[in-house]
């Protein structure tokens, strides 16, 4: 499962730097940042629980 949010986060991360160099989707690629960072804190904490 955490694989899974690490490709979900480095995904979201791509389509930040992409948007962001691009200026085309506007405030989509703050959200795309946001939910990339949140994924990789809920694999973090997770880790840390097992």
């Known amino acids: 499962m955490r694989s899974i949010?690490?490709?979900?986060?480095?995904v979201l991360v791509i389509g930040w730097v992409?948007?962001?160099?691009?200026y085309s989707a506007g405030g989509i690629i703050h959200i795309l940042?946001?939910?990339a960072i949140i994924s990789i804190l809920i694999g973090v904490?997770?880790?840390g629980d097992v």
């Open 33 to 35: 940042l946001v939910l």
């Open 18 to 22: 992409v948007g962001f160099f691009a």
């Open 45 to 47: 904490i997770r880790r």
């Open 5 to 10: 949010l690490y490709i979900i986060a480095l």
